[in-house]
């Protein structure tokens, strides 16, 4: 991998702040886990029989990052990215996506994740819900976030290793 540095998170901060430092160390994660790669290594599915690749993976991410926060917290009214008729859409990625479209996507859901929670406090209840219809807090949110990137940061990590060898945290 060509980058190695993230922005380790505070082992003192506040609550909302330690929260964040680890949302924003998992997003860094999987983009080094993408770095020095081409489009066809970053579309590789190479933990058979497992169709995850590590553009899927980021494609999954700006969907998450966009259905938490802008659909549920927010309460906007915003179309999936990838999955209007294939519900795992962001998975399955052609010969025609590339890194850089994913990644600009991704980017801009972060950048707008990170506007709305801005100025808000961790007991804020979304505007929106759920399918299910259930309300959720901030708190709840943000802790779902870097559980979910640290979930599928644990599966780039094998898609990278089988890919070129590269391993790390």
């Not at 996506?97 to 007991?123: C, K, P, Y």
């Not at 819900?129 to 094998?158: P, V």
């Amino acid at each position: 991998m060509t980058r190695t540095e993230r922005t380790e998170p505070s082992t003192t901060a506040g609550e909302q702040a330690m929260l964040t430092g680890w949302l924003e160390f998992h997003r860094e994660t999987l983009e080094l886990k993408c770095a020095g790669l081409t489009d066809e290594q970053l579309r590789e599915r190479s933990v058979p029989p497992s169709g995850i690749s590590l553009l899927g993976l980021v494609r999954h991410m700006a969907e998450v990052e966009r259905g938490w926060f802008r659909d549920v917290f927010a309460g906007e009214d915003v179309r999936t990215l990838y999955c209007e008729e294939d519900r795992d859409g962001d998975f399955h990625v052609t010969d025609q996506d590339t890194w850089s479209d994913a990644r600009t996507a991704w980017q801009t859901e972060i950048a707008r994740a990170r506007e709305l929670v801005a100025g808000r406090s961790l007991d804020d209840v979304a505007a929106g819900t759920t399918r299910s219809g259930r309300a959720f807090n901030l708190r709840w949110i943000m802790t779902h976030m870097i559980e979910e990137y640290a979930r599928h940061n644990g599966h780039a990590d094998l898609v990278r290793e089988r890919i070129d060898g590269a391993t790390g945290e």
